[in-house]
Every structure is written in structure tokens, then in C-alpha cells.
């Protein structure tokens, strides 16, 4: 089994109210009365009342080419990776030297050498350490992580291993894009992190039992972002919720079946937010019992959708605030660019 020792998130200390940043995108980005009564509609309809930001709001008002904004990115990722994997590991009861292995993700920055590198410098992680950088997989990529996590510890019992994932989601915000799909993503995505720690053996944490990845064909532009010469610009097709819909259950009965269980029989979901119609997707299509996704739907409106770092926050509130039978199922899952799902069967 792979013992989730630890599940720790961090957030950026500037936080604010939905309002102010619709004002900041209003002004940044020169909105004409139509356009901006148009942002108003959709960041209120977004779920979310504040987010936290990695940069002061008024340093956004400055931020102008994707150079800056990547260095913003380095600095503010590693920052808050660090602090997510020192909170985790003082969790579980471990150090830095204790860490054989760190699976590094992200989908809003680049770095080379990648955000691990840095990370294991600055936290003084042992020189065999070994690295795994993910990038790409937006979303979908805190469980993915989890997956992968998963993996490493089948293989190396022994070992400890610690996944972090960081997204600074307004650092890729582009204020000269008036189109629709910009101006609903401005108004839903936030910044932070996580980290997991994963151990052998069985513990008091959540076991991960098996997991399980889906690729859907003839939907690469769904999600994801195009890069080009002003940096990250954020591709989100409105077939997300019906996509979610259509393919999740499948997947899951599926999944479920081939270890003997059916939907009735998972006491806990932990579900990335997406937003409030993939949230009422994935509870139409699973049919879910109602209050089943409160946790995602609470974290979407304190904090937004911080992509790969949501589903891990979600984890670590349903953690906190509830305490699931022991030995009892449950499932975690997210879905993100590819397009794709993917999900992580765990045991209280």
C-alpha cells in the first residue's frame, strides 16, 4: 500500500475579494462599458468570492511582458513549493534528508533547470535525490501526481517520496485578450500549492489502492493553453461540462468494477472544482448524492480553481473537517488537458 503520510497546502498571502479583481482586469484591460458589464456577469457567476494572487495587486498593473511575468513565476513557485513540502514533511514527522524522491508539477511557468532543482537546493534535500519534473498536465495534475506517487512507492516500498505542485494561474492572465474564454478565466482561477507526503506500509493517512488515467480522443483544443509571444493564453472550450458528463461515469463504473465496487460504495469524493457547471456535470453524471462535492464547492469559492493544487487542497480539507470510516473507499479524481481524467481509488 502507499500511505499518504501528509497532505499540505499553502496559499500566497494576498488575498482578495472577487469584486477587486474584476476592477483590476476592468482597468488593466481597458474594458469598454459593454465589455465590462459582460466580466461582471461572468465572474459572478463563477462561484468564487476571494482568491489569493502571488503579487501584490498592484504590481499586476505593471506586469507587461512574459519574461517578467515568468521570473515572477520562478521566484513566487519555488517560494511556495518550499513552503508547502516543509509543512508536509513536518507533518509526517520527517526532514528534508529524509526525502529519497519529488515529483515537481506545474502548468503556469517554465523553468529549466525545473522547479525541483530549485526546490532541493533551497531545502537542503540530499544530492541523490531523484527528480521528476511534470509539466502540461494542468487540472488533471494533482491527482496525476498522486498517481505517480503512487507508482514510486509500489516500487520502493521503503523510500519516501513527495510530490509538490505549484500554479501562479495569475501570472498567465492576458490582459490584451478581450475574448470571451479570457475574461470567464480571469475570473476563476487562483494561486497556490501543495505538497504529499508517501510512504510503504500502512498508517494512519488514506491508502492509495489503485489508480486509473483516461485519454479522450479528438479533443486536444478543449483545455489547456497556447503559448505564443505574450506568454500563456488559456484555452477552455464550453464542451468541458458535457464532456465530463458524457465519459466520467463510464470511467469510473469501470474503474470501480475492477475492484469490486460500484459508485454506492464510495463514502468520500474528492473532486477538482473546474467550475460551478463541471461541478454540476460531474454530480449529474456520477449521480451523486447531494452534498457530495461540498468540499470542492467550498474550496471553490474561498480560494478559486487553482488548478493541479486544488484537488490536493480539497484532500487535505476533507481531511481536516471530517473523518471518513476507516477502511471504507474513496475516490479522488480531476480532469484537465489532454482532454483527460484521471483517478486515484483510496482507502480511509
Known amino acids: 500500500m502507499t500511505q ?3 497532505v499540505h497546502g499553502v496559499l500566497p498571502d494576498h488575498r482578495y475579494p472577487q469584486a477587486e479583481l474584476t476592477d483590476l482586469f476592468a482597468e488593466v484591460g481597458r474594458l469598454d462599458d459593454t465589455q465590462r458589464r ?3 456577469r461572468v465572474h459572478g457567476a463563477a462561484g468564487v468570492q476571494t482568491r489569493h494572487l502571488v503579487l501584490p495587486i498592484d504590481e499586476y498593473r505593471t506586469l507587461k511582458t512574459f519574461d517578467a511575468a515568468n521570473d515572477a513565476f520562478l521566484t513566487g513557485a519555488v517560494d511556495l513549493g518550499c513552503r508547502a513540502i516543509t509543512g508536509a514533511l513536518a507533518d509526517a514527522g520527517l526532514e528534508p534528508g ?3 524522491a519529488i515529483i515537481a508539477v506545474t502548468s503556469t511557468g517554465l523553468a529549466i533547470p525545473s ?3 530549485h526546490i532541493a537546493g533551497r531545502l537542503g534535500l540530499r544530492e541523490d535525490v531523484k527528480r521528476t519534473p511534470v509539466v502540461g498536465l494542468g487540472c488533471a495534475a494533482g491527482a496525476v501526481g498522486l498517481s505517480r506517487l503512487h507508482d514510486y512507492v509500489r516500487a520502493w516500498p521503503d523510500q519516501v517520496a513527495v510530490l509538490v505542485v505549484i500554479e501562479l494561474c495569475s501570472l498567465t492572465v492576458q490582459y490584451d485578450d478581450r475574448s470571451a474564454t479570457n475574461l470567464v478565466a480571469s475570473g476563476l482561477f487562483g494561486d497556490g500549492a501543495a ?4 510512504v510503504g506500509g500502512s498508517g494512519p493517512g488514506p491508502e492509495v489502492t489503485a489508480t486509473r488515467s483516461a485519454l479522450y480522443a479528438g479533443t486536444l483544443r478543449t483545455m489547456g493553453f497556447d503559448v505564443g509571444a505574450s506568454g500563456l493564453k488559456v484555452v477552455l472550450g464550453t464542451e468541458v461540462p458535457s464532456l465530463a458528463e458524457q465519459h466520467l461515469r463510464r470511467n469510473v463504473d469501470q474503474f470501480l468494477g475492477d475492484h469490486g465496487l460500484t459508485r454506492r460504495d464510495i463514502t468520500t469524493w474528492v473532486s ?3 467550475g460551478p457547471k463541471v461541478l454540476e456535470a460531474i454530480e449529474s453524471g456520477l ?3 447531494e452534498g457530495a462535492l461540498g468540499a470542492s464547492w467550498s474550496s471553490l469559492r474561498r480560494v478559486g480553481n487553482i488548478s493541479s493544487a486544488s484537488v490536493l487542497h ?3 480539507d476533507t481531511l481536516r473537517d471530517r473523518t471518513p470510516e476507516r477502511g471504507t473507499p474513496g475516490l479522488l479524481l480531476a480532469m484537465g488537458p489532454g482532454f483527460s481524467a484521471e483517478l486515484v481509488l483510496l482507502q480511509w
Open 115 to 117: 522547479l525541483d532543482a
Open 195 to 198: 505538497a504529499v507526503v508517501a
Open 314 to 316: 480539497i484532500l487535505e
Open 287 to 289: 449521480e451523486l448524492p
Open 38 to 40: 459582460f466580466l461582471e
Open 98 to 100: 529524509d526525502v529519497d
Open 272 to 274: 477538482h472544482p473546474g
Open 4 to 6: 499518504l503520510a501528509a
